[in-house]
Every structure is written in structure tokens, then in C-alpha cells.
């Protein structure tokens, strides 16, 4: 069964798989100070240290979470309240429109009920926001911003964001800059140090490890304010007993994605341009979405607009041709609705209605695309039909 | 016997008990079945409200679990303002003028069988199915027949009664020919690991959550205060609002001076433009025909005049009737008066167990005198 939906989660690997096994038979409370204590801390603190290496982090910078969706919410709104405590007039949250849910929400939600005012910045029609529009919205009033938050690369349709320019902007004025890198990592290369970035969020499940564990890499310079109060076991900024065997699974994973990054950006990019080919070619009107400049997109991601498609349909029919896709981020038991991220980039309402990712991985295969291109076109036709209802 | 032939099947699956074991049998009899779950309304009560507006929670959950016990493949279809368009709005205006309309029927008619089988016969799928009691069986003709479903008592022909032979050829209900009361729908779901089999039956109109169909209109269509009278036109109480009522309806009317003689009375007429309300004694509802429109015919219309049963309710008894379509209308006579009956709803004719066909009633003649409706 082809699987062409990695961004939404890819298999485990195997070496991540038998560094967790080996962990789950172990007894150990990492904040223990007992034998058992101490084992389980050594297991994570080993661990810390080879995600913090694969991300170019330090080890106290690496603070585990249950996974991408609490590092977002720890970061965006742990850093909106510390940062509007220290200074009441630091209400204004700048965030980019194509982020992924676990990072539209909390800003939303600090607008409802924590008096944010969110000032969404401006992305090109590739999704992309430029430096230039960030100073101009920080230097209207530099001593207001609480936090600026633009993902590292976008989830539905792979555009790289300028990531170090826009922290650089940022940090001029001390304000810190969040981004979500749970899509990059593995793919481009991210380096945490090097970014200026104040705050970076990882997911595990991503790179082939466990799901269920994420990381929040923070500066040592920032303090958000806890959104799980409890033990304080990951620098008093987020509480919970560690989950050894997932971070050891986490840890071994992250080591591989770091070390085979180029290799893998470099395969699997090449077979994703084959993908793309194959789609045109079955399907000339669809509309590829994001930077169709390779050097601007995540080399594992392509993604369509099918004019006249739902995309519902289309990922029924894919799904009876045995094909696994997905339209993109949306919430996963719901009615579909058109891709904000598509919407925000100027398009066409009905056109947002009608895309799908394809997102490969490190299980990947040509075979897999060849099935996609023997299926797509009818699949389209057919689709085309049903029409959008 | 040959088998029957394997289909791509679209089950319709509204997170009830009935749907969800309708589509295990069809899974079960080799068709190749993909479970739907419409969302239809955005009724806060059953939908999680938010920036994104999406997401049935309980309904569309379990018929979710249903279907990845049966192990089909499961989608949720958003056809809420198809259906607010074609069943809510027609449901409402309906009863601002004055008729008690069956929003079931025309459900059927325009979403499920309509909307939602366009859909599906587009994608490739050759049927769809539902949890309805009925039967689809291949007359002498050759040509597919709708008929009462095998247990009377279950039977929901008459809401299927809208639909036409084209719309019948891609319908399947595997539950027509149970013979087995709803416990043992329920045994049968609870033995195929159903997790619906426990879950109470749904209340008669999906889109008003409370049951207060009233309260819903009143909230659409106004309250505003009218005269109830008797039939020589004497105000004998007030209600909030006439739109409310139901020819026939005989509680809440709330005449505080009973009447002459002394027996109850009832809602004999409804006028929406004078937004009075008339009510009489039971004889009084008493029609002899009635005339309805937009005939639907399930299979070949009937030429000339034909002796037939009707049903004018969702659980009304059979009665044995004379009818005859003239153009777009439909004449029905009664063998032996009957009573309330609402303009609005539905005549549904039997041949036998075989449903012929339905209309929308539009007016009613009584057996005493004068018109009615």
C-alpha cells in the first residue's frame, strides 16, 4: 500500500524501535535518586545530549514535552505571558496565517482570553513571509511585541521560511522569535544555535521516532511561563514524570535524522520531483502549491490543487486505489474544509477545496509513485464528476 | 441460485444502531462498502463549535467506530447547506403556511437519495445504503419494487415512498427483511462488536436536538398572539402563535371554557394569514378525500382509477382508498372517512405490501361538509 503521507507520521525506525524495547522493561523514575533513579536519568540525559547535537542545541536547551502540539503551546503562550508579566504593554503576538493548528490555536486563544492582539504578518503567494514585513510590523512599536512565531517550513505545502533573517529581525529589539520546526528537522537543515531563534519545537513521531514526545529547544535566556504546572522536572518550565523508553526511542531517531539529512534531502528529493512530474503529466491543470523552487521547499513534499476536485473525493478514491494521502492538516475526523494555508496564499476558495499532500519519507519507494501516476488521473476525472458540492 | 452480484456500496451511516448494523450486513454479504457520515446540520448541540466550525462529536464519532469495526473505510460529508437549503428551510415555511410537512421524505427524497446517491454513483459506487426498514425486491417485470419491510410493525416504507424507480435501483436496506425486533438489531450489534448496540434511538426530526419542534419554529417563524375559534367562528381561547399546530392535534391547546357539549375538541384548521386556530369536535376531521400534489411514483405511474391502500402517517394505519393521478395531482377517496389529516404530509398508496407511489396532501374534503385546508 503506498503511504504518502509521512508529514502526517512516519514509520518508527528500526534502531529507534529497539532503543525504546529495551528501555520498556526497565524500572526508573528519572528524577529518582535511588539506582534506578540514576540509570533512568543517565538513559535521558544521554538522550537530551544527542538531540540537542542533532539540532545544534545544548543539552540544557533541549526541554521535553509530549510532543509538537504542547512545545507550541508552551512556547507561545509560556512566552506571551512571562514576557507581558515583565512588561504589561507587551500584548501584540506577530504570527504568521500559514502556521500549523497547534500554533494557530494557542494564538487565537490568547486573543480570546488573554487580551493578545494578534497582528498576522503577510506571506507571498508561496506562503512565505519576508524579513522586510516583520521589521516593518515590529518597528511600528518595538516595545509591544511579546513574541513573534513563523514555522520553520509549512506542513501542507513544504514552503521554507527565512528563519535566521526573521530572528535576526526579531532579536534586534530583544523580542524572542518561536518556531515550529517539526516539519524541517530531518529535511533542511536546522540548527538551533545558528538561527538566533528563541524558542524551536521538534516532534518525535516526524523523524521516526515514538510518538507521544517532543522537544521545545529554549534559550537560556527565556523563561516562558508554564502551561503544565506540576514537579518542574524539565527546568521549571514544564512539569511531568520524563518518559524514558520514548525519549531513548526520540534520541536515536533524531542521531539519524541528523546524520542521514543530506543523503535522504537528496534521494528523497529527487523522487519527489518524479512525483511531481508524474502528477503533471497525468493531470496537466493541477496546480503545484508552495515554492516550486526546490531550494524553497521541503524535499519530501508536494503539493496539489485539482481545479473542479473536492479534495474528499479525491482522497477517497486514492484510498479505494489503495493510495494514502492527505489534503493537509486539517482536523482529522472532521468535514473538510478549504486549507487555510492555500487560502492564506491568495488562492481561489473552490481551488483550496480541492488539494491533497503527498508526502514521502525514509520507507519510500519509486514503486510508490508509479502507483500514485497510474491512479491520479482517473482518480481526478472521476472526482471532477462528483464535482464540489 | 446465482450470487448476488458484489457492489460498490456507499453506506450511509448516521452513528445509530440501525445504519451501523445495515452496513455490517452489507460488508458482510461481500459488497464493497464505504461508510458516509452526513453532517447536516450545525446544530450546536451536536457540533463542536469553533473557529473552524467543524466536527461532529458524538454521532459522527460513533458511526466512525462502527465502521472501523467493520472495517470499511469511513468519511465525513458536509452537506449542511444542501440540507438546510432543501429539508430546514422547506421544513419552516411549510408550517408558515400552514402544513405539517415530513421532513423525513423529503430528506430521503433530496439529500439521501439524491444528493448523496449523485455523489456517490459519480465516484464510482453503484448503490447506497441505509438502515431503513424496507424492502427492494425484483418484480414479475423484471423492474425493482419497493415494499413494506418483512416485520409491519418496523416497517418505514412510507418515508421511502418518495422515491422514484431510478432512485430505487441504487438503493439497498439490508435490514428489510428482518424479521427481528429492534432488541435483537441490537443483539446483532453488540454481537458484532458494535458499540452503537446500547445507544437510544434517535428523536423523530434529526435537526431539532430537543424534540421541541415548536420552540424551533417559534424561534424561526415568531410568536405572536391569535384567536382559537370554534367552527361558527366564536373565540373560545388564544394561542402564541398558530403556526405550531397540527390538523388534528388535540393537547396543548389550552381552551379553558370546555365546550357546549362537553367533549374534547381539536385543531380542525390552521390559518396562518388571520394566525387563528380552529378547532371542533372529532367528527369534524372527519375527510372523505383529499388531493395531493407533486405525485412521486415508485416504478410505473397507475393509469385510471385503482383500488389501493394509504397510509397519510409515519405510523398510521392502512386504510383502503380509491385513488387516481390526473396530471400533476393526485385524487385519493376514502372507503370510510378518516381523520386528522394534515395538509403537508404525505399519502403514501400500497398495491398489496408494494408501495405505488406518494403525494403531498394539499387539500382535504370533509365528510360533513364544506372544504377543508
Same mark, same amino acid.
Given at each position: 500500500?503506498?503511504?504518502?503521507?509521512?508529514?502526517a507520521?512516519t514509520?518508527?525506525l528500526?534502531?529507534?524501535?529497539?532503543?525504546?524495547?529495551?528501555?520498556?522493561?526497565?524500572?526508573?523514575?528519572? %528524577?529518582?535518586?535511588?539506582?534506578?533513579g540514576?540509570?533512568?536519568r543517565?538513559?535521558v540525559?544521554?538522550?537530551?545530549?544527542?538531540?540537542?547535537?542533532?539540532?545544534?542545541?545544548?543539552?540544557?536547551?533541549?526541554?521535553?514535552?509530549?510532543?509538537?502540539?504542547?512545545?507550541?503551546?508552551?512556547?507561545?503562550?509560556?512566552?506571551?505571558?512571562?514576557?507581558?508579566?515583565?512588561?504589561?504593554?507587551?500584548?501584540?503576538?506577530?504570527?504568521?496565517?500559514?502556521?500549523?493548528?497547534?500554533?494557530l490555536d494557542?494564538?487565537?486563544?490568547?486573543?480570546?482570553?488573554?487580551?493578545?492582539?494578534?497582528?498576522?504578518?503577510?506571506?507571498?503567494?508561496?506562503?512565505?513571509?519576508?524579513?522586510?514585513?516583520?521589521?516593518?510590523?515590529?518597528?511600528?512599536?518595538?516595545?509591544?511585541?511579546?513574541?513573534?512565531?513563523?514555522?520553520?517550513?509549512?506542513?501542507?505545502?513544504?514552503?521554507?521560511?527565512?528563519v535566521?533573517?526573521?530572528?535576526?529581525?526579531?532579536?534586534?529589539?530583544g523580542?524572542?522569535?518561536?518556531?515550529?520546526?517539526?516539519?524541517?528537522? =530531518?529535511?533542511?537543515?536546522?540548527?538551533?544555535?545558528? %538561527?538566533?531563534?528563541a524558542?524551536?519545537?521538534?516532534?518525535g513521531?516526524?523523524?521516526?521516532g515514538?510518538?507521544g514526545?517532543?522537544?521545545?529547544?529554549? =534559550?537560556?535566556?527565556?523563561?516562558?511561563?508554564?502551561?503544565?504546572?506540576?514537579?518542574g522536572?524539565?527546568?521549571?518550565?514544564?512539569?511531568?514524570?520524563?518518559?524514558?523508553?520514548?525519549?531513548?526511542?526520540?534520541?536515536?531517531?533524531?542521531?539519524?535524522?541528523?546524520?542521514?539529512r543530506?543523503?535522504?534531502?537528496?534521494?528523497?528529493?529527487?523522487l519527489?520531483?518524479?512525483?511531481?512530474?508524474?502528477?503533471?503529466?497525468?493531470?496537466?491543470?493541477?496546480?503545484l502549491?508552495?515554492?516550486?523552487?526546490?531550494?524553497?521547499?521541503?524535499p519530501?513534499?508536494?503539493?496539489?490543487?485539482?481545479?473542479?476536485?473536492?479534495?474528499?473525493s479525491?482522497?477517497?478514491?486514492?484510498?479505494?486505489?489503495?493510495?494514502?494521502?492527505?489534503?493537509?492538516?486539517?482536523?482529522?475526523?472532521?468535514?473538510?474544509?478549504?486549507?487555510?494555508?492555500?487560502?492564506?496564499?491568495?488562492a481561489?476558495?473552490?481551488?483550496?477545496?480541492?488539494?491533497?499532500?503527498?508526502?514521502?519519507g525514509?520507507?519510500?519507494?519509486?514503486?510508490d509513485?508509479?502507483?500514485?501516476?497510474e491512479?491520479?488521473?482517473?482518480?481526478?476525472?472521476?472526482?471532477?464528476g462528483?464535482?464540489?458540492? | 441460485?446465482?450470487?448476488?452480484?458484489?457492489?460498490?456500496?456507499?453506506?450511509?451511516?448516521?452513528?445509530?444502531?440501525?445504519?451501523?448494523?445495515?452496513?455490517?450486513?452489507?460488508?458482510?454479504?461481500?459488497?464493497?462498502?464505504?461508510?458516509?457520515?452526513?453532517?447536516?446540520?450545525?446544530?450546536?448541540?451536536?457540533?463542536?463549535?469553533g473557529?473552524?466550525?467543524?466536527?461532529?462529536?458524538?454521532?459522527?464519532?460513533?458511526?466512525?467506530?462502527?465502521?472501523?469495526?467493520?472495517g470499511?473505510?469511513?468519511y465525513?460529508?458536509?452537506?449542511?447547506?444542501?440540507f438546510?437549503?432543501?429539508?430546514?428551510?422547506?421544513?419552516?415555511?411549510?408550517?408558515?403556511?400552514?402544513?405539517?410537512?415530513?421532513?423525513?421524505?423529503?430528506?430521503?427524497?433530496?439529500?439521501?437519495?439524491?444528493?448523496?446517491?449523485?455523489?456517490?454513483l459519480?465516484?464510482?459506487?453503484?448503490?447506497?445504503?441505509? =438502515?431503513?426498514?424496507?424492502?427492494?425486491?425484483?418484480?414479475?417485470?423484471?423492474?425493482r419494487?419497493?415494499?413494506?419491510?418483512?416485520?409491519?410493525?418496523?416497517?418505514?416504507?412510507?418515508?421511502?415512498?418518495?422515491?422514484d424507480?431510478?432512485?430505487?435501483?441504487?438503493?439497498l436496506?439490508?435490514?428489510?427483511?428482518?424479521?427481528?425486533?429492534?432488541?435483537?438489531?441490537?443483539?446483532?450489534?453488540?454481537?458484532r462488536?458494535?458499540?452503537v448496540?446500547?445507544?437510544?434511538?434517535s428523536?423523530?426530526?434529526?435537526?431539532?436536538?430537543?424534540?421541541?419542534?415548536?420552540?424551533?419554529?417559534?424561534?424561526?417563524?415568531?410568536?405572536?398572539?391569535?384567536?382559537?375559534?370554534?367552527?361558527d367562528?366564536?373565540?373560545?381561547? %388564544?394561542?402564541?402563535g398558530?403556526?405550531?399546530?397540527?390538523?388534528?392535534?388535540?393537547?396543548?391547546?389550552?381552551?379553558?371554557?370546555?365546550?357546549?357539549?362537553?367533549?374534547?375538541?381539536?385543531?380542525?384548521?390552521?390559518?396562518?394569514?388571520?394566525?387563528?386556530?380552529?378547532v371542533?369536535?372529532?367528527?369534524?376531521l372527519?375527510i372523505a378525500e383529499?388531493?395531493?400534489?407533486?405525485?412521486?411514483?415508485?416504478?410505473?405511474?397507475?393509469t385510471?382509477?385503482g383500488?389501493?391502500?394509504?397510509?397519510?402517517?409515519?405510523?398510521?394505519e392502512?386504510?383502503p382508498?380509491?385513488a387516481e393521478?390526473?396530471?400533476?395531482e393526485?385524487?385519493?377517496?376514502?372507503?370510510?372517512?378518516?381523520?386528522?389529516?394534515?395538509?403537508?404530509?404525505?399519502?403514501?398508496?400500497?398495491?398489496?405490501?408494494?408501495?405505488?407511489? %406518494?403525494?403531498?396532501?394539499?387539500?382535504?374534503?370533509?365528510?360533513?361538509?364544506?372544504?377543508?385546508?
Amino acid at each position: 500500500m503506498p503511504y504518502l503521507d509521512h508529514a502526517a507520521t512516519t514509520p518508527m525506525l528500526p534502531e529507534a524501535i529497539a532503543a525504546m524495547t529495551e528501555q520498556l522493561g526497565l524500572v526508573g523514575n528519572a %528524577s529518582a535518586l535511588h539506582a534506578a533513579g540514576r540509570r533512568a536519568r543517565r538513559t535521558v540525559e544521554e538522550g537530551r545530549e544527542r538531540i540537542a547535537a542533532a539540532l545544534g542545541a545544548r543539552p540544557g536547551e533541549v526541554v521535553f514535552t509530549s510532543g509538537g502540539t504542547e512545545a507550541d503551546n508552551l512556547a507561545v503562550k509560556g512566552l506571551y505571558w512571562a514576557r507581558r508579566d515583565a512588561d504589561p504593554r507587551r500584548v501584540r503576538v506577530l504570527a504568521c496565517p500559514v502556521e500549523h493548528h497547534a500554533v494557530l490555536d494557542p494564538v487565537h486563544w490568547l486573543a480570546d482570553h488573554e487580551g493578545a492582539v494578534v497582528e498576522w504578518l503577510p506571506v507571498d503567494t508561496v506562503g512565505r513571509v519576508h524579513p522586510d514585513a516583520l521589521r516593518e510590523a515590529i518597528e511600528r512599536d518595538p516595545d509591544d511585541v511579546a513574541l513573534v512565531t513563523v514555522m520553520w517550513a509549512n506542513n501542507e505545502i513544504g514552503t521554507v521560511q527565512p528563519v535566521a533573517e526573521l530572528a535576526a529581525v526579531a532579536a534586534r529589539h530583544g523580542i524572542p522569535l518561536h518556531s515550529d520546526a517539526v516539519q524541517a528537522f =530531518g529535511q533542511i537543515p536546522v540548527d538551533f544555535a545558528a %538561527s538566533g531563534v528563541a524558542a524551536l519545537t521538534v516532534s518525535g513521531h516526524k523523524v521516526g521516532g515514538p510518538p507521544g514526545i517532543g522537544a521545545l529547544l529554549l =534559550g537560556r535566556d527565556w523563561t516562558p511561563t508554564p502551561v503544565l504546572h506540576g514537579g518542574g522536572q524539565e527546568r521549571d518550565v514544564r512539569s511531568g514524570t520524563l518518559d524514558v523508553p520514548a525519549v531513548a526511542g526520540f534520541a536515536a531517531a533524531a542521531d539519524l535524522a541528523a546524520a542521514r539529512r543530506e543523503e535522504f534531502a537528496r534521494d528523497i528529493g529527487t523522487l519527489r520531483d518524479e512525483l511531481i512530474d508524474a502528477v503533471r503529466t497525468a493531470v496537466p491543470d493541477a496546480v503545484l502549491n508552495g515554492d516550486p523552487d526546490p531550494a524553497g521547499r521541503l524535499p519530501a513534499n508536494a503539493n496539489f490543487a485539482f481545479p473542479g476536485c473536492e479534495g474528499d473525493s479525491l482522497l477517497l478514491l486514492l484510498d479505494a486505489a489503495g493510495i494514502e494521502c492527505s489534503t493537509g492538516s486539517a482536523c482529522t475526523a472532521g468535514i473538510a474544509q478549504p486549507s487555510h494555508v492555500v487560502l492564506a496564499t491568495g488562492a481561489d476558495p473552490d481551488l483550496a477545496r480541492g488539494t491533497l499532500r503527498f508526502s514521502l519519507g525514509h520507507t519510500s519507494v519509486r514503486e510508490d509513485v508509479k502507483a500514485l501516476a497510474e491512479v491520479i488521473g482517473p482518480a481526478v476525472e472521476r472526482a471532477r464528476g462528483a464535482g464540489l458540492s | 441460485m446465482t450470487p448476488a452480484p458484489r457492489l460498490r456500496v456507499l453506506a450511509a451511516m448516521s452513528g445509530g444502531v440501525d445504519s451501523a448494523v445495515a452496513a455490517a450486513r452489507a460488508a458482510e454479504a461481500g459488497h464493497d462498502v464505504t461508510g458516509v457520515h452526513l453532517a447536516l446540520s450545525a446544530n450546536p448541540q451536536s457540533f463542536r463549535t469553533g473557529a473552524r466550525g467543524c466536527c461532529t462529536i458524538e454521532d459522527s464519532r460513533d458511526a466512525r467506530r462502527a465502521a472501523d469495526v467493520i472495517g470499511i473505510p469511513f468519511y465525513i460529508w458536509d452537506m449542511a447547506e444542501r440540507f438546510r437549503a432543501e429539508v430546514v428551510d422547506d421544513f419552516v415555511a411549510e408550517y408558515r403556511a400552514g402544513r405539517t410537512p415530513n421532513p423525513c421524505l423529503r430528506c430521503n427524497e433530496k439529500i439521501k437519495f439524491a444528493a448523496l446517491l449523485d455523489k456517490a454513483l459519480a465516484l464510482g459506487f453503484d448503490a447506497v445504503c441505509t =438502515g431503513h426498514y424496507a424492502t427492494i425486491v425484483t418484480g414479475p417485470d423484471g423492474r425493482r419494487e419497493l415494499h413494506r419491510a418483512s416485520d409491519q410493525a418496523k416497517d418505514q416504507s412510507y418515508v421511502l415512498g418518495v422515491l422514484d424507480e431510478r432512485q430505487l435501483g441504487h438503493a439497498l436496506f439490508p435490514l428489510g427483511d428482518t424479521l427481528t425486533t429492534k432488541d435483537e438489531i441490537r443483539a446483532e450489534a453488540e454481537r458484532r462488536g458494535l458499540a452503537v448496540a446500547a445507544k437510544p434511538d434517535s428523536h423523530d426530526i434529526c435537526f431539532i436536538a430537543d424534540g421541541d419542534t415548536r420552540g424551533f419554529l417559534a424561534n424561526r417563524l415568531g410568536t405572536a398572539e391569535g384567536d382559537i375559534l370554534d367552527e361558527d367562528g366564536n373565540r373560545v381561547g %388564544s394561542h402564541d402563535g398558530a403556526t405550531g399546530f397540527t390538523i388534528g392535534q388535540r393537547k396543548g391547546l389550552r381552551i379553558g371554557r370546555p365546550a357546549p357539549d362537553g367533549r374534547p375538541r381539536y385543531v380542525l384548521d390552521i390559518s396562518p394569514v388571520n394566525n387563528t386556530v380552529t378547532v371542533g369536535p372529532a367528527e369534524a376531521l372527519e375527510i372523505a378525500e383529499l388531493t395531493a400534489i407533486r405525485p412521486r411514483w415508485c416504478g410505473t405511474p397507475p393509469t385510471g382509477p385503482g383500488a389501493y391502500t394509504a397510509q397519510l402517517r409515519a405510523h398510521g394505519e392502512e386504510v383502503p382508498v380509491t385513488a387516481e393521478a390526473e396530471g400533476d395531482e393526485l385524487r385519493v377517496r376514502f372507503e370510510r372517512p378518516v381523520r386528522g389529516v394534515a395538509p403537508g404530509q404525505a399519502v403514501v398508496l400500497y398495491d398489496g405490501t408494494r408501495v405505488v407511489g %406518494s403525494g403531498t396532501i394539499a387539500a382535504t374534503t370533509r365528510a360533513r361538509a364544506g372544504a377543508t385546508g
